[in-house]
């Protein structure tokens, strides 16, 4: 390779990857104009003049600084400015659960946690079966404070929580103005994306979203209307500068949610600096054990292993059930459902910064079906459990119609469990849609056939085309080979989309029947 | 498009009496419009490029808007309107590097390209598709076996054609760190590249 060739492949390569990323919309002007904190911290960029030993002197100071506030924060609240009311009395009261399998499994009673955080922050109140209550009481301006020391998650409120009706109203009141266009604002996607949904019973959208939260009253931030894992915070942007705008007004509320068919069971946990957890076994209608029968799957005999029909059947996984809450190096949770994007949005905002999602229009003949993959890696290091709680809780599908589809899978690609959206059964060719037969590559590796994504027509490849494909970080050559079999399936397939182990052939017609390609390892 | 001036924001004249900012109204003290304007024509191209520093949209997307409210907070402390751009992707970049180094244990050693990853680019033509798949994945991969520091003087110097003495400026690397990481950079991509063909 010459010095020319690499540079230019180098630069366009570049130029490529810079394409990539869609900003989210961003912040208006207003937004980052807003009054400044009383005390921001100085710029920590580099400037031309500064040299590295300014700059470490810089980050001690900044450091002293920061460890004074943290004390001080810590020793007295009411020296914030807060208002005393401003507390919520701790307290945690788990009424015993709904006997589990019942009809009343989805409407747990309890009512949930009430805890102060060092004086910070906190949160929640929680209902069911009545007409919500959903109390979430923050201090904003900790949440500032802790953004401004960069911690990264000043607290978390993560809320694994499964059912078909689930809800989260969170009251910010003090908040007049929300930002767009980071990760710290996902939250907000989610959010609207949701309330779309389940609030106003009507689509709505992100400008109608902020209009909300730019009302005084309090403000409605997410909702979890078919359950699942959803981070809170990281929402403040532009960060400091509105929440201390309205640091007087930050005071705990009580929002009275609208009066859904507001149902809810799983676990709450609320992480920070002291996290209180409040585990509610309350009989979420997937297998909590390992030992659980198994989710009726309506379907077809296995066929696991055959070319050309294969549909993977819950009996023939179930071997390979992970127990119950150990960790099992569970790689990925792999969601199918119809509801569009909301699952992929929820997927997005429970911790994964490579959460993987797309839509695949075409995928049923008549409704919209997402697939949407999460990265597990080794951020979370969750265990099985938690990851086919995730899986559960993304094939219950909000619509409460099912034809949800969640896979775990372990880390050498192999699927450890399906879960089916519980309760509502999967039409046997739907199973079929969802996961097609995975075929062994020589190198051991597997090809999983999904449905639709238009993405790289085969049959303009040249054959015997070398597809590279990212393997844990490592580009490696595959040699596509096209399939003999089913030639009227292969004339409309796609190939695209890598899947850490794997290579996804999509295709994209609508018959959804799997497709059946070779991938041979070229070479390391 | 508004520009800050006409958004209202106050010039040199109003700074508060707590403003740092000794020089006069005239001399071209930075005003917040002044940086207002430089969000809304540089915003999109400070998140590229601190994409390709980061590899992460949301976080180079933070990093864009944190080091905006930073510098709105005080803009007064920008002396040189001209230096407003420069300054905030100092901010940027500082803030990237730190970033990535303090979750460089937590994060995977690369990443994939997703499926819209190069669809502005490519066009209809399959074949052109398929390469311009092909090479993202080859470059963001030997990225990903750079240092940040290394990682950023590449992207600087190859994104956005900015000279050694440019991105030392930029990053408050002296210019020997610089040429030392764009060599080694240089040498890792180089190589990674060439494995990978």
């Known amino acids: 390779m010459t010095d020319e060739h690499w540079e230019s492949t180098l630069r366009a390569g570049l130029a490529t990857l810079a394409l990539k990323p869609t900003p989210d919309p961003w912040h208006s002007p207003d937004d980052l104009t807003s009054e400044p904190p009383p005390a921001p911290l100085s710029p920590q960029g580099n400037r031309g003049d500064r040299s590295t030993f300014r700059a470490l002197a810089t980050a001690a100071v900044v450091l002293v600084i920061v460890v004074v506030s943290v004390a001080l924060l810590r020793r007295d609240g009411a020296s914030e400015g807060r208002p005393a009311d401003n507390r919520v009395e701790t307290g945690t009261t788990v009424p015993a659960p709904a006997p589990a399998g019942s009809v009343d499994a989805f409407g747990v009673h309890m009512d949930v946690t009430t805890e102060t955080v060092s004086n910070q922050l906190v949160v929640i109140a929680r209902m069911s079966p009545e007409p919500a209550v959903t109390a979430v009481a923050t201090t904003p301006v900790a949440w500032v404070e802790r953004e401004r020391r960069g911690e990264w998650i000043p607290t978390h409120i993560r809320f694994n929580a499964f059912s078909a009706r689930n809800q989260v109203i969170c009251g910010f009141p003090g908040i007049r103005s929300v930002g767009f266009g980071s990760g710290v604002s996902r939250p907000f996607q989610t959010g609207f994306s949701l309330v779309n949904h389940s609030v106003s019973g009507e689509p709505c959208t992100s400008e109608d979203f902020v209009e909300q939260l730019r009302a005084d009253e309090a403000h409605l931030l997410g909702t979890l209307p078919y359950g699942g894992a959803y981070r809170l915070c990281r929402f403040v942007a532009p960060k400091s500068s509105v929440l201390h705008k309205d640091e007087s007004q930050s005071v705990p509320t009580t929002v009275a949610a609208p009066a859904l068919d507001t149902k809810l069971c799983g676990r709450f946990e609320v992480t920070g600096p002291e996290p209180a957890v409040t585990e509610i076994d309350s009989g979420c209608p997937f297998p909590e054990k390992v030992d659980d029968p198994p989710l009726p799957v309506s379907g077809p005999p296995a066929q696991t292993g055959t070319a050309d029909s294969g549909f993977i059947h819950r009996s023939d996984v179930a071997p390979m059930t992970v127990p119950y809450g150990k960790p099992a190096g569970v790689r990925s949770i792999v969601v199918w459902s119809r509801t569009c994007e909301r699952i992929g949005y929820m997927l997005d905002n429970i911790g994964f910064v490579n959460a993987d999602r797309y839509h695949a229009p075409n995928f049923d003949p008549y409704l919209e079906t997402t697939r949407s993959q999460v990265d597990l890696g080794d951020e979370l290091r969750w265990d099985a459990t938690q990851a086919r709680q995730v899986a559960a809780a993304g094939a219950l599908d909000g619509h409460g119609d099912g034809h949800a589809l969640g896979m775990v899978r372990a880390e050498n690609g192999a699927v450890l469990e399906l879960v089916e959206g519980a309760g509502f059964g999967l039409l046997p060719e739907q199973v079929g849609h969802f996961v097609g037969t995975p075929q062994p590559g020589e190198d051991g590796n597997s090809i999983l056939v999904l449905g639709s994504r238009t993405d790289l027509d085969l049959r303009n490849l040249p054959e015997a085309a070398i597809l590279t494909v990212t393997v844990d970080g490592t580009a490696r050559r595959f040699k596509v080979v096209k399939p003999a079999w089913a030639p009227e399936v292969n004339d409309t397939a796609y190939l695209g989309d890598h899947w850490d182990r794997r290579i996804t052939l999509l295709q994209a017609d609508t018959t959804n029947r799997p497709i059946a390609v070779q991938a041979v390892l070229v070479d390391g | ?197």
């Open chain 2, 1 to 197: 498009m508004p520009t800050g001036e006409e958004l209202g924001e106050r010039s040199c004249d109003d700074v508060g009496p707590d403003a740092t900012c000794a020089v006069p109204p005239d001399s071209g003290c930075v005003t917040r419009g002044d940086v207002i304007d430089v969000y809304l024509r540089e915003r999109e191209s400070l998140f590229r490029m601190g994409y390709l520093v980061c590899g992460v949209d949301a976080q180079a997307q933070d990093a864009v808007h944190e080091a905006f409210t930073r510098v709105l907070a005080r803009p007064e402390m920008i002396r040189d309107p001209s230096k407003a751009e420069p300054y905030v992707r100092s901010i940027v970049l500082n803030l990237l590097r730190t970033e990535t180094a303090r979750d460089r244990s937590r994060r995977s050693p690369s990443r994939e390209p997703d499926q819209n990853t190069v669809d502005a680019a490519t066009g209809s033509d399959p074949a052109d598709a398929f390469e311009t798949r092909r090479r993202a994945v080859l470059v963001e991969n030997a990225l990903s076996r750079l240092t940040v520091n290394q990682r950023t003087c590449v992207v600087l110097r190859y994104w956005m054609d900015l000279s050694d003495a440019a991105i030392a400026e930029a990053t408050g690397m002296a210019l020997g760190t610089v040429k030392t990481h764009l060599r080694r950079g240089c040498r890792t991509l180089r190589g990674e590249l060439e494995r990978e063909r």
